[in-house]
């Protein structure tokens, strides 16, 4: 069985790691992007207790999982069902540069043109990662990791 969640920086290869584990081991997969915003201009979180049930809805309905994204508070309603956390703790860089290389995430943005219009906000975002408060910022991150009692590994390079 496996029931793992993943999360770190944007650009730290979250989604990469996460669809290529749910390829090869036959696993549902959830990115967290698609369910804790509001569809507002400017973006706006969704209610906890709503991202909440979604997450709920998919766990019951996936037996075996991936879940992955940056928001700590999301990634801890986990924990009761997650028996692997994988932390990508990638040096700000490394994620500035595979942020620059993405590919298009049709899932989020409804054009390469779009998404790209994002990237300098986005890059912004990555370097401010050391420093932020909030429950996606590198603090919270390493809370989350320090809490976690079951299986847990991070990795501090693309390479690893």
């Avoid at 793992?4 to 992007?33: C, Q």
């Avoid at 909030?134 to 690893?160: M, N, W, Y």
Wanted: charged share 25%; hydrophobic share 35%.
């Amino acid at each position: 069985m496996t029931n793992a969640v993943i999360f770190g920086n944007s650009g730290s290869g979250k989604s990469t790691l996460a669809k290529r584990m749910a390829r090869d081991k036959g696993l549902g997969h959830l990115d967290l992007d698609t369910l804790a915003w509001e569809p507002t201009t400017p973006p706006q979180r969704k209610p906890l207790e709503v991202s909440e049930a979604a997450i709920l809805a998919f766990t019951g309905e996936h037996e075996n999982w991936v879940i992955e994204g940056c928001y700590a508070d999301l990634i801890a309603l986990t924990f009761p069902l997650a028996d692997q956390l994988i932390f990508l703790d990638l040096p700000v860089e490394d994620c500035i540069a595979h942020a620059k290389s993405r590919p298009w995430e049709p899932h989020k943005y409804p054009s390469k043109e779009a998404q790209d219009a994002n990237l300098d906000m986005l890059l912004d975002w990555i370097r401010d990662y050391p420093q932020r408060n909030d429950s996606c910022s590198r603090q919270a991150h390493v809370s989350l990791f320090e809490a976690f009692t079951g299986e847990k590994q991070r990795i501090t390079s693309p390479t690893d």
